[in-house]
C-alpha cells in the first residue's frame, strides 16, 4: 500500500464516520445523533458512554450533565469545554480533576474555585448563590 492509497483510504473513512447520524447501542435517547453505548441522553451530538445528559457535544463517559462540550468522565457538569475527571462544575473550561468550581479556566485538582479564587466551603456556597442570582438572568 503507497501513502496515497493509504491517506485516499483513511479520508474516505473519516468522511463516513462524519456523516453518520443513527445512535449505536443507546437506551430512551431522545432527539439525539451519533451517540454510543449511552442511556437516557436528550438532545445530544456524539456522546459515548455516558447517562442522563442533555444537550451536549463530543462529550465520553459523563453523568448527568447539561450543555457541555469535549468533556470526559464528568458528572453534575453545566456548561463546560474540555473538563475531565471533574465533578460539579458551572460555566468552566478546560478543568481536570476539579470539584465545585464556577466560572474557572485551566485548574487542575482544585475545589471550591469561582473565577479561579479559592473559597472555603461554605463561603463558596454563599457566593455561588449569589452569582446564580445574577448570571441567570
Do not use: W
Not at 35 to 50: I, K, Q
Amino acid at each position: 500500500m503507497t501513502l496515497e492509497e493509504f491517506d485516499k483510504q483513511f479520508k474516505a473513512l473519516v468522511t463516513a464516520d462524519s456523516a453518520r447520524t443513527e445512535n449505536v447501542g443507546c437506551l430512551a435517547c431522545e432527539a439525539c445523533e451519533a451517540c454510543a453505548d449511552s442511556t437516557f441522553l436528550t438532545e445530544c451530538e456524539r456522546v459515548v458512554r455516558s447517562n442522563y445528559c442533555s444537550r451536549c457535544v463530543d462529550c465520553a463517559e459523563c453523568s448527568r450533565c447539561i450543555r457541555c462540550k469535549a468533556c470526559t468522565s464528568c458528572t453534575h457538569c453545566d456548561t463546560c469545554e474540555r473538563c475531565a475527571g471533574s465533578a460539579y462544575l458551572e460555566r468552566c473550561v478546560g478543568l481536570s480533576g476539579c470539584t465545585y468550581c464556577f466560572g474557572c479556566v485551566g485548574l487542575s485538582k482544585k475545589d471550591f474555585y469561582i473565577l479561579n479564587q479559592p473559597y472555603e466551603r461554605q463561603a463558596y456556597f454563599d457566593k455561588l448563590a449569589e452569582l446564580r442570582r445574577v448570571v441567570r438572568r
